[in-house]
């Protein structure tokens, strides 16, 4: 599955001004129910991050992040993930584990493991 790209101001709005927002040490994660069964992703990174290096590497590591537990993410929904200032001092898999964490504690996460074993 692709992960397609918020890109249209409104569709921000919309996804700050309806939807519940989750907060991590390095971002914050705000989710919204979509009319369409796609998962769509926006990614705000803002200049007190630091330089367009740093703002680009930022959105690297939420992008890989998200990338990696896309297969599980139930569809249907709107995700814009705002960069904190913490998420340059950290590595990739920090990152991953802190959306899981985020993810699975909002029941955002399929259960693939489940479905296997009650087979």
Do not use: C, H, W
Not at 25 to 40: A, H, L, Q
């Amino acid at each position: 599955m692709k992960i397609l790209k918020l890109k249209e101001n409104r569709d921000f709005r919309r996804v700050y001004n309806k939807g519940k927002s989750y907060v991590s040490p390095y971002f914050v994660v705000y989710i919204n129910k979509n009319r369409f069964s796609d998962i769509r992703l926006g990614i705000t990174v803002g200049k007190k991050i630091g330089n367009a290096v740093k703002r680009n590497r930022a959105k690297r590591l939420i992008t890989a992040a998200f990338s990696a537990v896309l297969p599980q993410i139930l569809v249907g929904y709107d995700f814009v993930i705002v960069a904190r200032t913490k998420i340059l001092t950290v590595k990739s898999t920090e990152v991953l584990s802190s959306l899981v964490k985020i993810l699975k504690s909002v029941g955002m996460l399929e259960n693939k493991e489940n479905e296997k074993s009650s087979d």
